[in-house]
């Protein structure tokens, strides 16, 4: 079952699961960092602007992923922040899921559960996620003990 891409997993209230290119690279670079930790994900989280923080939410097939990173892309950040805590609207956000890791027999050569995979909310287009996860990737491959 490892690493496989599973498109009908809905999150509740987003757009998706999407697969854009650059969503591989990520994976790479976080097998290269070897052991991520939710500590570690959150604080690659917060070398970008916008990041909201880490939930870890079940999918419509009942899978509950590792931790999901999201990221609000609206500006300004706490303009958006009060409309959903008031009035329940949401700008432009990107939530990227992380499985968890435990195909001990590295079926598909990963020990990921299932792909990675992004979820949106509003008008997100792929040229914005692709530049998220090339900003993502940069960081993990700075922050990589494994150089």
Known sequence: MSN???KHARLDRYNGPFFPRGLDDLDQAKTRFGSVNG???DDLGKTVRGYKGQTRPKTSDGYSWFWVLHFQLNKPFWFWSVLEFLFGIHGKEIAIAFPWSQDWENTDGTKNDRSLAIYTRGNVNETQMAT????LNAKLMEMSPIK
């Open 39 to 41: 500590m570690d994900l």
């Open 4 to 6: 496989q891409k599973h």
């Open 132 to 135: 998220l996860l090339s900003k």
